[in-house]
Nanobody
Framework: QVQLGEPGGDSAQAGGPLRLSCAVS????????MGWFRQAPGKEREWVAT????????YYVDSVMGRFTISRDNDQGAVYLYMNSLKPDDTAMYYC??????????????????WGQGTQVTVSS
């Protein structure tokens, strides 16, 4: 049984950094996609970033390009999201997600079989 877990939420000032972590049980080396999604109040959940198995491919939604960095540690069974230059618009519930099949469309929620429970990120101006 694969389980994903994110620690409790966090907050930051605009312009500041935060790091999100997600502990993943199961064989993470075989996971073809590991990523992050977010859902802001009153909005649909959106894809944020994905990393491939060998960490050679990193993919981001345009709104976080250059500010966020995704990484994974297959030995520790974890995926991280380093967020810099935070904006109030980054306020959302953030979810880590993973799957064992290679996704055809990275931004589609259905490509990720396993999900964390979500962690709240609040950015104040």
């Amino acid at each position: 049984q694969v389980q994903l877990g994110e620690p409790g939420g966090d907050s930051a000032q605009a312009g500041g950094p935060l790091r999100l972590s997600c502990a993943v049980s199961g064989n993470t080396r075989n996971m073809q996609c590991m990523g992050w999604f977010r859902q802001a109040p009153g909005k649909e959940r959106e894809w944020v970033a994905t990393i491939n198995p060998g960490s050679t491919g990193h993919y981001y939604v345009d709104s976080v390009m250059g500010r966020f960095t995704i990484s994974r540690d297959n030995d520790q069974g974890a995926v991280y999201l380093y967020m810099n230059s935070l904006k109030p618009d980054d306020t959302a519930m953030y979810y880590c997600a993973a799957g064992y099949t290679r996704p055809s469309i990275l931004s589609m929620e259905g490509e990720y079989r396993y999900w964390g429970q979500g962690t709240q990120v609040t950015v104040s101006s």
